[in-house]
């Protein structure tokens, strides 16, 4: 009953972070930085303290008596993580929907379901399997195939695009992804799917301040949003920082403001957006008090996000007037993805 408990608390994870643009395609007059920066403040500081005031409301105290190598860790974890979640945002905005998000998470997936093994190779901790460890154990072995069958089908997806790019017109190309950049959105898609892998390894630092949250009476189910606390600050610093200068290089600061400009309704699908994207962390951090926060975790997070992101790449019409073969080709590619997930599934419960 707990593994079908996480696995649907991860699906209604997955479903918000792969539907949490839809509402900025909505926002009318304002330049990406502008909604970006908007719908992060709900994501990053509004939407978490409200989270944690509600099922933790000693968070605050939990925190600042925390060891201060944790909180540091933890931080910085979250600033490689901001890096990612920016990037993120400019992959979706050149790939679209359905290749930028195959991409960006296929990355994601493999690196997050690696980087606690590498962490607990370098700081052992009594029931945590390192890397080293991995290899000598057939469930350890099967994660690192699956990791690479999914870096061969992110290998499969961008060819798939490369395919998109010479077939369709210019006028086709932004027919359903209006800025749409095959290298600029690779280049920016495989950065942000590395370093979004960080926000796993935030939670495994940040777990000392969950663990405090549970040793003091409260639901296990709500115990790494005393975590998001601190690892969101990170996001919301890197991401602050650039969405300002962008505001002030590119003079968009005056958006907010525009007389032309449907304001009200902008600030509200882009604080819806920015609600659904942590609402991914919030259903995330109750799978993992489920299944535990291995590759199990992680993996199937991701897959429910691509499933879900593809299902709105289809719908907006991203892959129409390629041909047959240029579909297929991206479809196996996905189906690769996938078939790595199982495959990381499969051996995370062996261990």
Same mark, same amino acid.
């Given at each position: 009953?707990?593994?079908?408990? %996480?696995?649907?608390?991860?699906?209604?994870?997955?479903?918000?972070?792969? /539907?949490?643009?839809? #509402?900025?395609?909505?926002?009318?007059?304002?330049?990406?930085?502008?909604?970006?920066?908007?719908?992060?403040?709900?994501?990053?500081?509004?939407? #978490?303290?409200?989270?944690?005031?509600?099922?933790? #409301?000693?968070?605050?105290?939990?925190?600042? %008596?925390?060891?201060?190598?944790?909180?540091? &860790?933890?931080?910085?974890?979250?600033?490689?993580?901001?890096?990612?979640?920016?990037?993120?945002?400019?992959?979706?905005?050149?790939?679209?929907?359905?290749?930028? +998000? /195959?991409?960006? =998470?296929?990355?994601?997936?493999?690196?997050?379901?690696?980087?606690?093994?590498?962490?607990?190779?370098?700081?052992?901790?009594?029931?945590? $399997?390192?890397?080293?460890?991995?290899?000598?154990? $057939?469930?350890?072995?099967?994660? =690192?195939?699956?990791?690479?069958?999914?870096?061969?089908?992110?290998?499969?997806?961008?060819?798939?695009?490369?395919?998109?790019?010479? @077939?369709?017109?210019? *006028?086709?190309?932004?027919?359903?992804?209006?800025?749409?950049?095959?290298?600029?959105?690779?280049?920016?898609?495989?950065?942000?799917?590395?370093?979004?892998? &960080?926000?796993?390894?935030?939670? @495994?630092?940040?777990?000392?301040?969950? @663990? *405090?949250?549970?040793?003091?009476?409260?639901? #296990?189910?709500?115990? +790494? +949003?005393?975590?998001?606390?601190?690892?969101?600050?990170?996001?919301?610093? $890197?991401?602050?920082?650039?969405?300002?200068?962008?505001?002030?290089?590119?003079?968009?600061? %005056?958006? &907010?403001?525009?007389?032309?400009?449907?304001?009200?309704? +902008?600030? =509200?699908?882009?604080?819806?957006?920015?609600?659904?994207?942590?609402?991914?962390?919030?259903?995330?951090?109750?799978?993992?008090?489920?299944?535990?926060?291995?590759? /199990?975790?992680?993996?199937?997070?991701?897959?429910?996000?691509? =499933?879900?992101?593809?299902?709105?790449?289809?719908?907006?019409?991203?892959?129409?007037?390629?041909?047959?073969? $240029?579909?297929?080709? &991206?479809?196996?590619?996905?189906?690769?993805?996938?078939?790595?997930?199982?495959?990381?599934?499969?051996?995370?419960?062996?261990?």
């Amino acid at each position: 009953m707990q593994v079908i408990l %996480g696995i649907i608390y991860h699906t209604i994870g997955g479903i918000s972070s792969g /539907s949490f643009y839809m #509402p900025y395609k909505k926002v009318k007059g304002w330049a990406w930085e502008v909604f970006w920066l908007f719908g992060g403040l709900f994501s990053w500081l509004i939407v #978490p303290l409200v989270a944690a005031w509600l099922t933790v #409301p000693v968070f605050s105290q939990i925190i600042g %008596g925390a060891d201060g190598d944790v909180k540091a &860790f933890t931080y910085v974890m979250g600033l490689l993580w901001g890096i990612g979640g920016l990037t993120y945002g400019l992959g979706v905005r050149y790939l679209g929907m359905s290749l930028g +998000n /195959s991409v960006v =998470l296929g990355f994601c997936s493999a690196f997050g379901a690696l980087v606690p093994s590498i962490y607990y190779a370098i700081n052992p901790a009594e029931g945590k $399997t390192s890397i080293l460890q991995m290899f000598q154990h $057939t469930g350890g072995q099967l994660v =690192l195939l699956g990791v690479l069958v999914c870096l061969a089908g992110i290998a499969v997806t961008g060819w798939a695009g490369m395919m998109k790019e010479r @077939e369709l017109t210019a *006028e086709q190309k932004t027919q359903g992804v209006q800025e749409f950049s095959l290298v600029k959105g690779l280049v920016i898609a495989v950065i942000s799917g590395i370093l979004s892998s &960080f926000f796993n390894f935030g939670i @495994e630092a940040g777990k000392p301040m969950a @663990e *405090e949250a549970v040793r003091q009476g409260f639901n #296990p189910l709500f115990q +790494n +949003n005393v975590t998001y606390i601190v690892l969101l600050w990170g996001g919301l610093t $890197t991401n602050l920082i650039w969405c300002v200068y962008l505001m002030y290089r590119n003079k968009t600061y %005056g958006d &907010f403001v525009k007389k032309d400009v449907p304001g009200g309704r +902008n600030a =509200l699908f882009s604080a819806l957006a920015g609600t659904l994207w942590f609402l991914q962390f919030f259903f995330y951090g109750m799978g993992e008090s489920k299944l535990g926060n291995g590759a /199990s975790s992680w993996i199937l997070h991701m897959a429910t996000i691509i =499933l879900t992101a593809n299902v709105w790449g289809l719908y907006l019409k991203e892959w129409q007037g390629v041909s047959a073969r $240029t579909f297929r080709t &991206f479809a196996f590619g996905l189906g690769l993805i996938l078939a790595s997930i199982v495959l990381v599934g499969i051996g995370n419960s062996m261990k």
